[in-house]
């Protein structure tokens, strides 16, 4: 079966510091990898998807970054966190499929976020 | 802007009513639509998702899907103060958008003894 893994699992970090949040994907190959962030009371918004290793495609323009050095590794980080990045981030998988359109998603546990 | 909206609650049922959720999209090319559950201070977790107009029931979940009004509910049966959660409804487009969804805002349900 599929594992999801995303740490840390909460993150107090100072305004201007950088970040760096890690998600793995396990029992899954070549999957849809996606970064989401979630404002408290908030809906969630997409922030990264990927399709493959290296293919990062970014939904929102911020001070956040993605990447994909291996196949089911996605990374999120960033050079100097603002006050508005803190959430609770959560990374997500689906199986890749060749005519596009959606097959479920599954999200990891999350990374809470406080920028102090 | 593809928008989902969700009215955000509180629902409030008392236990072993039926919990009707209700959403609508505005994307009438919409193709995939999910429902997630989502406990606080936890991550959504996958309850439903259904493709074709009509019904889908699952257990004590029924899912909902009408294109032509451009809505999908979520029906919970036999509630349970452990369905105290907020719900949210996704969608995805279809076509190249490579699995992309587009959440509502979700609506939080507290079922009451």
């Known amino acids: 079966s599929q594992t999801i893994h995303q740490w840390p699992a909460t993150l107090v970090q100072p305004v201007g510091s950088p970040l760096s949040l890690e998600c793995t994907v396990e029992?899954?190959?070549?999957?849809?990898l996606y970064w989401y962030r979630q404002a408290a009371g908030r809906g969630l918004q997409l922030l990264f998807y990927?399709?493959?290793?290296?293919?990062i495609s970014s939904e929102v323009p911020q001070n956040l970054s993605a990447s994909r050095p291996q196949d089911r590794q996605f990374i999120l980080s960033s050079k100097k966190l603002l006050l508005s990045d803190s959430g609770f981030y959560l990374c997500?998988?689906?199986?890749?499929?060749?005519?596009?359109?959606?097959?479920?998603?599954?999200f990891g546990p999350g990374t809470r976020l406080t920028v102090t | 802007q593809k928008e989902v909206e969700q009215n955000s609650g509180p629902l409030s049922v008392p236990e072993g009513a039926i919990a009707s959720l209700n959403c609508t999209y505005s994307?009438?090319?919409?193709?995939?639509f999910f429902w997630y559950r989502q406990y606080s201070g936890k991550s959504p977790e996958l309850i439903m998702s259904?493709?074709?107009?009509g019904d889908k029931e699952d257990g004590r979940f029924t899912a909902q899907l009408n294109k032509a009004s451009q809505y999908v509910s979520l029906l919970i049966r036999d509630s349970q103060p452990s369905d105290s959660a907020t719900y949210l409804c996704?969608?995805?487009?279809?076509?190249?958008?490579?699995?992309?969804?587009?959440f509502g805002q979700g609506t939080i349900l507290t079922v009451h003894p």
């Open positions: 994307d009438r090319g919409s193709q995939s």
């Open positions: 997500a998988w689906s199986v890749q499929r060749t005519s596009g359109g959606a097959i479920e998603q599954y």
């Open positions: 259904i493709y074709s107009n």
């Open positions: 990927s399709v493959g290793i290296g293919q």
């Open positions: 996704a969608v995805n487009a279809g076509g190249t958008s490579y699995g992309k969804l587009t």
């Open positions: 029992g899954t190959s070549n999957p849809n």
